[in-house]
């Protein structure tokens, strides 16, 4: 689904950043 940007990662269709 969309690719996985450097500091977002996309997982069960949510943003999450990782620090």
Do not use: D
């Not at 996985?4 to 990782?18: N, Q």
Request: positive net charge; without cysteine.
């Amino acid at each position: 689904m969309g690719n996985p940007k450097p500091s977002v990662s996309w997982v069960k269709g949510e943003t999450v950043v990782k620090e």
